[in-house]
């Protein structure tokens, strides 16, 4: 049985995804390192300044490590992908990419996918310097990958809205350097809901660093409870929701079903 056109055009989409996300991942290839270095130095510097004043007890401990995780996602996803689309918009680059025969999808997916996989070794290293500096068992389990996976892509689909929303890239890098501190610190990340003042605990509801600190906590002291799979859910949800609403202000000239044959 010959295959349909549908299926043709998702093989198609696959390849451009793939291939896209290869030539994204090849910037990198020079200074990678370096890049390390810039995203991680600051959650660990955090994370070793509140170790000092805050980590008295094996809760308080947990937090400071999964929430200079969670900032390091943040860092290396939002607030970069969002800053790399507001300048690919304000130098007209992505026009490049929206009259080759590829799928929006495929380039939005790219994008996202390339900030989930830059945050996430930033995030590993600080979690393995948290286990060290403060002898703390945390579980790295296939559970953990998940988590820091929908993680990385929530935050990253968060900064591909502000990017392609944003009119310029300093608007862009605005917006994310703005947005970044209350989502981080105004949230139930660092401290626990109960120790912020009730109008901000429920303002949080409605951050994704919230069910990213959450579920990071759960499934680093392996309690994968009916609550941190119900903060999975919610993160599925932010990445495909804001992807969505990200490709909708992608002004894309490409036809993928008149390119079917």
Same mark, same amino acid.
């Given at each position: 049985?010959? #295959?349909?056109?549908?299926?043709?055009? /998702?093989?198609?989409?696959?390849? =451009?995804?793939?291939?896209?996300?290869?030539? /994204?991942?090849?910037?990198?290839?020079?200074?990678? +390192?370096?890049?390390?270095? =810039?995203?991680?130095?600051?959650?660990?510097?955090?994370?070793?300044?509140?170790?000092?004043?805050? !980590?008295?007890?094996?809760?308080?401990?947990?937090?400071?490590?999964?929430?200079? &995780?969670?900032?390091?996602?943040?860092?290396?996803?939002?607030?970069?992908?969002? =800053? #790399?689309?507001?300048? +690919?918009? #304000?130098?007209?680059? %992505? /026009?490049? %990419?929206?009259?080759?025969?590829?799928?929006?999808?495929?380039?939005?997916?790219?994008?996202?996918?390339?900030?989930?996989?830059? !945050?996430?070794?930033?995030?590993?290293?600080?979690?393995?310097?948290?286990?060290?500096?403060?002898?703390?068992?945390?579980?790295?389990? $296939?559970?953990?990958? +998940?988590?820091?996976?929908?993680?990385? %892509?929530?935050?990253?689909?968060?900064? !591909?809205?502000?990017?392609?929303?944003?009119?310029?890239?300093?608007? &862009?890098?605005?917006?994310? =350097?703005?947005?970044?501190? $209350?989502?981080? %610190?105004?949230?139930?990340?660092?401290? $626990? !809901? #109960?120790?912020? $003042?009730?109008?901000?605990?429920?303002?949080?509801?409605?951050?994704?660093?919230?069910?990213?600190?959450? &579920?990071?906590?759960?499934?680093?002291?392996?309690?994968?409870?009916?609550?941190?799979?119900?903060?999975?859910?919610?993160?599925?949800?932010?990445?495909?929701?804001?992807?969505?609403?990200?490709?909708?202000?992608?002004?894309?000239?490409?036809?993928?079903?008149?390119?079917?044959?």
């Amino acid at each position: 049985m010959g #295959e349909t056109t549908q299926q043709r055009l /998702e093989q198609r989409r696959i390849g =451009q995804f793939f291939w896209l996300l290869v030539s /994204e991942m090849l910037v990198l290839r020079v200074h990678w +390192l370096w890049y390390l270095v =810039q995203m991680s130095i600051n959650p660990l510097v955090f994370m070793v300044f509140l170790g000092f004043f805050w !980590a008295t007890d094996t809760r308080s401990i947990v937090y400071v490590a999964t929430g200079t &995780a969670a900032l390091a996602l943040m860092t290396s996803s939002m607030l970069s992908l969002g =800053q #790399e689309i507001g300048y +690919l918009k #304000e130098t007209q680059a %992505y /026009e490049h %990419y929206a009259v080759l025969p590829i799928s929006k999808l495929a380039f939005i997916l790219a994008l996202a996918t390339k900030g989930m996989l830059l !945050a996430l070794p930033s995030a590993f290293i600080t979690l393995l310097v948290a286990s060290q500096v403060f002898s703390l068992h945390l579980s790295f389990s $296939p559970a953990t990958l +998940l988590v820091m996976v929908l993680a990385g %892509y929530s935050l990253a689909g968060l900064g !591909a809205v502000i990017g392609f929303y944003s009119p310029n890239a300093r608007v &862009a890098s605005l917006v994310t =350097q703005l947005i970044l501190p $209350p989502m981080v %610190y105004f949230a139930p990340v660092f401290v $626990p !809901a #109960e120790k912020l $003042p009730r109008i901000v605990a429920s303002i949080s509801v409605v951050m994704p660093t919230t069910y990213v600190a959450s &579920a990071l906590r759960a499934v680093l002291r392996r309690s994968l409870d009916p609550h941190a799979l119900f903060d999975i859910v919610v993160l599925l949800t932010i990445t495909v929701v804001s992807l969505l609403v990200a490709s909708a202000k992608v002004d894309w000239r490409a036809n993928d079903a008149g390119r079917v044959k």
